[in-house]
């Protein structure tokens, strides 16, 4: 059984922004807290606590559906494959996005998006990540 | 490779409400903090003119590291302090420092006086300054959260810095709030932004930066160093009960300072201890973006306002400061009643070591009769909680002539009104140790008048009384924190960034030049650094350690008030002649 990236226990996020680090340090080869995959924020303020937003690997994925492309395509039980020499940049896929989960960066107009390789796990302190099978994402 | 980029510097005119970026090569060579905001006060300052002259400049100055590796967190702020009259630091975390790295800015410069009130929004790709005529007179936590509301850019991932009234009212121990909990606390950085008819900085940004590729050195050295802290236990005591740890180690060695230093121990130490408020009071720990350790402490205040069972609740963050200046220097416990004064001090945007040991100070000069309703409105008396709140707010607002000399400092209302020898003064009021001779002296000349330049705590426990051994102590000692306050690192990550690691880090991150020759080059910097305090008006042979330190309990006992005299002037005539 394939496995994703789950936020699991976000109550106990200290907000370090650490996991995000990890991916785009891993993943995209860049200091940034924009260009990952997974996204921290703050909900008003620091003492409200913190969200993350992340691909939940849909199993119909509404931005596979909208690329006019080809650039994303369904990857069965874990999330979505992109192919950056077919991407027009329209950024179709953030809109159609029911959680908001793809930004499109500044600086390349390439969308952002989790591949659940779970390089940010390791890197949070509090086990607020984990990988779990496809089985186990009822969110 | 990033040692050959230059560094970006922002100049903002507040009379204009405009900017101006700058490209500086030449200033590589000071690495960053505190040594890049020295030599931009030199380029910007007007060491002559006093702190509230309108061309003073505000300096926030992040490293090389910031952001590159973890607890890379923090800015310096490089200012003349209207406080002490000369120029100064004062350090905050927060999300700052990174805010101001993906905003593509290396420092920051706010010069000039707005004719209005207003509020600066900026960061990569944006500038605005905006009216605050609608954030002027509100508090530091409404102003956040205001700000917060109206600016959509960057949500959940900016940084907010503002002033309470405290700052708008020019007392000169006022602070600047960053983001919720961090401050750049001490020495009245408040007050000049104040000054500026500066409300607020909105900072946010969201550009990227290459990093080597991976399998180089520096993904090796960012994993040496991210298990370090986080596997090997050597941050633990900041997560787990965090700085207020100190309360009850420094009682047991009779080091901590309780009303108005006229003792070291206190009865009520047990209830405002760092056990004490992780088992009634923590709601949970936060970090600075960037740091994994998550040292801020937040305590649950839930307070009954009605007969029936009504409540409210509000977050305090606490630490072994805050702790010490409202809870034993004033003689008030239990953790709770602290919050209520901590929460105080928030608000109003007072730097809360200073506001605890002016009240002290306050207390024993109305017990002895220097003093009475007249000057202080409410019977301020240590351990009586509900006077020292309404004392707060006549900080902030200058309520009567009194309450506007102690906002100028406690040696000046003493001046005014007796009582200088039990007033706790060390170049600024002081922290909350009271280990000794070494300390008091390096708090009273040392660069920010803080515990935090060198450290003279560690050397009082070895009960040192060897004067060759003390002045070489400081001295390295301030290096070896300069070192860190260039990258800018916090300083709790002092035991993880010797000076191995930190040429390994540089050297891995592209700044190969920078990691040549460390000691010598921060030999040079420290120099520099405090020549251009010099410049500005400070005189090492002129600051004064008040009778109290002389003549209290410490944990060598009764104090060696002759070591500590031929420290303070060795000292002295070191720094004099750097």
């Known amino acids: 059984m394939a496995k994703v990236l789950k936020a699991v226990a976000m109550e106990r996020c200290i907000g370090c922004y650490s996991c995000m680090f990890a ?6 080869n860049v200091l940034s807290w924009s260009r990952s995959g997974i996204r921290v924020r703050s909900l008003g303020g620091l003492t409200a606590g913190f969200e993350a937003s992340y691909c939940l690997a849909c199993p119909k994925p509404a931005c596979a559906a909208a690329c006019p492309s080809g650039a994303l395509g369904e990857r069965p039980g874990k999330g979505v494959r992109y192919r950056r020499e077919l991407c027009l940049r329209c950024g179709r896929c953030s809109h159609a996005c029911p959680v908001k989960a793809i930004w499109l960066d500044q600086e390349t107009g390439e969308p952002v998006v989790c591949l659940h390789c779970g390089r940010c796990v390791p890197f949070c302190p509090h086990g607020c990540l984990a990988m779990v099978t496809s089985a186990e994402t009822s969110h | 490779m990033n040692g050959a980029v230059p560094l970006t510097l ?6 204009r409400g405009a900017c101006r970026l700058h490209r500086r090569e030449d200033l590589r060579e000071k690495v960053g903090g505190s040594s890049l905001a020295a030599a931009l006060y030199r380029e910007y300052g007007l ?37 002490s009259g000369d120029y100064v ?32 929004v900026l960061g990569d790709r944006h500038f605005a300054c905006k009216d605050a005529g609608h954030l002027w007179g509100m508090d530091a936590v409404t102003t956040a959260r205001t700000i917060r509301g109206s600016e959509p850019r960057g949500r959940g991932q900016r940084s907010i810095l503002r002033i ?17 909990f961090r401050h750049f606390g001490r020495l009245g950085a408040g007050a000049v932004m104040g000054s500026k008819k500066l409300k607020a900085v909105m900072v946010s940004g ?57 003792a070291t121990t206190f009865e009520g130490a047990a209830q405002i201890s760092g056990e004490y408020f992780a088992d009634k009071l923590l709601l949970r720990q936060i970090a600075c973006s960037g740091c994994p350790v998550g040292c801020i402490h937040i305590g649950l205040l839930r307070e009954k306002f009605s007969p029936e069972h009504e409540y409210y609740y509000k977050q305090v963050s606490y630490d072994h400061e805050p702790i010490f200046a409202m809870g034993s220097m004033l003689g008030i416990a239990p953790g709770e009643a602290v919050m209520l004064l901590l929460d105080e001090a928030e608000k109003w945007g007072l730097d809360v070591i200073s506001c605890g040991v002016a009240l002290a100070w306050a207390t024993e000069a109305r017990a002895a009769g220097l003093i009475g309703d007249e000057q202080t409105l409410v019977p301020l ?37 007796g009582g200088a020898e039990f007033a706790c003064v060390l170049g600024q009021e002081m922290a909350g140790y009271a280990t000794g001779p070494v300390y008091f002296v390096s708090q009273a000349l040392g660069f920010r008048y803080s515990h935090l330049d060198s450290a003279g705590y560690q050397l009082d426990q070895q009960k040192t009384s060897m004067l060759e051994e003390a002045l070489n102590y400081l001295e390295r000692e301030e290096r070896q924190r300069l070192m860190l306050t260039c990258l800018v690192a916090c300083l709790f990550a002092r035991n993880i960034y010797d000076q191995e690691t930190i040429a390994a880090a540089l050297a891995a991150a592209g700044f190969s030049e920078l990691a040549q020759n460390l000691e010598e080059r921060f030999t040079s910097l420290q120099r520099e650094r405090w020549r251009v305090k010099k410049e500005s008006g400070y005189d090492p042979h002129r600051v004064a350690i008040p009778r109290r330190f002389h003549e ?15 420290l303070r002037r060795a000292y002295a005539a070191r720094i004099a002649g750097y």
């Open chain 2, 10 to 15: 922002m100049d903002v005119d507040l009379e």
């Open chain 2, 552 to 566: 209290v309990k410490t944990l060598q006992g009764k104090l060696d008030a002759a070591f500590m005299e031929t």
């Open chain 1, 23 to 28: 991916c785009a340090r891993l993943v995209h």
């Open chain 2, 206 to 262: 969201d550009r990227s930066f290459s990093l080597p590729y991976q399998g180089t050195s520096y993904h090796k050295v960012y994993r040496q160093i991210y298990q370090r802290i986080t596997g090997s236990g050597v941050m633990a005591k900041y997560h787990d009960l965090g700085t207020p740890v100190n309360v009850l180690v420094l009682n047991g060695l009779h080091s901590l300072p309780t009303r108005n230093l006229s």
């Open chain 2, 164 to 180: 309470g009234p405290a700052g708008e009212n020019l007392v000169k121990y006022a602070c600047i709030n960053v983001d919720t």
């Open chain 2, 381 to 417: 008396a240590f351990g009586k909680l509900e006077p020292y709140r309404q004392a707060i707010a006549a900080i902030a607002t200058r309520a009567n002539e009194f309450y506007r000399l102690l906002g100028e400092g406690t040696a000046v209302a003493a001046a005014r009104y």
């Open chain 2, 47 to 83: 060491p002559g003119e006093d702190a509230f002259a309108p061309g003073q400049p505000l300096i926030f100055a992040i490293g090389p590291l910031t952001g590159y590796y973890p607890l890379m967190s923090k800015v310096v702020l490089g200012f003349k302090s209207p406080y």
């Open chain 2, 89 to 120: 630091e004062t350090h905050a975390g927060g999300r700052l420092a990174l805010a101001l790295r993906f905003s593509g800015l290396d420092a920051l410069v706010i010069r000039g006086k707005s004719p209005r009130p207003v509020y600066l």
